[in-house]
């Protein structure tokens, strides 16, 4: 072979294998700060998987707070609370400032992980306003609400 194509043969080959194993490194990079989101029933019911429930892997917890659920210790950062889905409730630790729209009621997503059977959660974050709830939070309560006939205002906005 002529030492001329043969250098620029060379030279492609490093190129290809240098592009490929840059590629595999992003795609582990990302692969391990991905965190999914998951309800209550999910978690709970193990479709999740085992890495979430046991606490190795970090996911997304979304639903809503539920009612009469909330508490703080006196003079903690610690918040308690439990997140539903309507199937479901889990039990929330929160040590920190949560958002000023945070209330029972309101939807809420929190990252963190499984602690035996709690959550606790590194970040919270509540709705912004009255209409605004994350698609995949919407998608996954708006079943849950359908399995047990709950009437919501955009359900009776779009009836009239």
Do not use: C, W
């Not at 029972?104 to 306003?129: N, P």
């Amino acid at each position: 072979m002529n030492p001329v194509r043969r250098r620029r043969l060379l030279f492609v080959v490093a190129i290809v294998a240098a592009s490929a194993l840059s590629m595999t490194l992003i795609a582990f990079a990302l692969q391990r700060n991905v965190s999914y989101l998951y309800t209550p029933h999910e978690v709970l019911g193990g479709i999740a998987g085992a890495a979430v429930s046991s606490g190795e892997a970090r996911f997304r917890l979304g639903g809503m707070v539920a009612g009469d659920s909330f508490s703080r210790a006196e003079g903690s950062m610690e918040a308690r609370f439990r997140v539903t889905d309507g199937d479901a409730e889990l039990p929330v630790r929160y040590t920190g400032l949560l958002p000023d729209l945070f209330r029972e009621h309101q939807a809420v997503i929190a990252t963190g992980r499984m602690d035996g059977d709690t959550f606790v959660a590194e970040q919270v974050l509540a709705r912004h306003d009255e209409t605004y709830v994350p698609k995949e939070v919407a998608d996954k309560m708006g079943l849950a609400h359908d399995r047990h006939g709950i009437v919501t205002p955009a359900d009776t906005d779009a009836a009239q």
